[in-house]
């Protein structure tokens, strides 16, 4: 079905691994010490956005004087804690092992790189990747292109003959602006 892309990058969190109600509750968790609270509506738009980005909107939006990156450190700990019990691959990691061994693949995600790699290392699938883009691999995060683009240059493959995996705006974007073909795993 994707024989004629060279490579294949897969968006991670709501692509290929079920997670996002766990990052849900992990905000709950950790905004409920603070009295803060989450609108869980808006902050939709902000998937594929680094952590920290978001954890700026929920202070905003709070009136909080916290520091977005601490929060966003809390968070992840959290997140990590419990995603290492519950995470569950989505569908679409079945194209992921049928394309195994037949062309590389990568995950560009917004998540930090090591809990890209724990997650997949937990799940038994991280080997089936040449590489891995975190939110802190890159200077310019989604909808940017540098995610992407940078996983095609791991797998040492032009960006016009890759496809991209994504369930977000902020990733459908960076991967048009990469010059990928994309696939909005939404419409699937």
């Given at each position: 079905?994707?024989?004629?892309?060279?490579?294949?990058?897969?968006?991670?969190?709501?692509?290929?691994?079920?997670?996002?109600?766990?990052?849900?509750?992990a905000w709950r968790q950790v905004?409920?010490?603070?009295?803060?609270?989450?609108?869980?509506?808006?902050?939709?738009?902000?998937?594929?956005?680094?952590?920290?980005?978001?954890?700026?909107?929920?202070?905003?939006?709070?009136?909080?004087?916290?520091?977005?990156?601490?929060?966003?450190?809390?968070?992840?700990?959290?997140?990590?804690?419990?995603?290492?019990?519950?995470?569950?691959?989505?569908?679409?990691?079945?194209?992921?092992?049928?394309?195994?061994?037949?062309?590389?693949?990568?995950?560009?995600?917004?998540?930090?790189?090591?809990?890209?790699?724990?997650?997949?290392?937990?799940?038994?699938?991280?080997?089936?990747?040449?590489?891995?883009?975190?939110?802190?691999?890159?200077?310019?995060?989604?909808?940017?292109?540098?995610?992407?683009?940078?996983?095609?240059?791991?797998?040492?493959v032009a960006p016009e003959r890759?496809?991209?995996?994504?369930?977000?705006?902020?990733?459908?974007?960076?991967?048009?602006?990469?010059?990928?073909?994309?696939?909005?795993?939404?419409?699937?």
């Open positions: 079905m994707y024989d004629q892309y060279d490579a294949l990058i897969f968006d991670m969190d709501g692509t290929i691994l079920d997670t996002e109600p766990t990052h849900r509750k905004l409920a010490r603070y009295g803060m609270t989450l609108d869980e509506a808006r902050i939709v738009g902000f998937n594929g956005a680094p952590t920290w980005r978001l954890a700026q909107f929920i202070i905003e939006t709070n009136q909080s004087s916290h520091d977005p990156h601490l929060l966003a450190a809390e968070k992840t700990a959290a997140v990590k804690a419990m995603l290492l019990e519950n995470v569950q691959p989505l569908p679409l990691m079945e194209v992921v092992k049928a394309y195994h061994g037949r062309r590389p693949m990568a995950v560009g995600t917004g998540s930090e790189h090591s809990m890209a790699d724990a997650l997949l290392t937990q799940l038994g699938v991280r080997e089936l990747f040449s590489a891995v883009v975190g939110a802190d691999d890159v200077q310019r995060h989604k909808p940017e292109p540098d995610t992407f683009l940078r996983c095609a240059e791991l797998m040492g890759c496809v991209v995996f994504e369930d977000a705006d902020f990733g459908v974007q960076a991967a048009k602006a990469a010059g990928m073909d994309v696939v909005d795993v939404r419409l699937l």
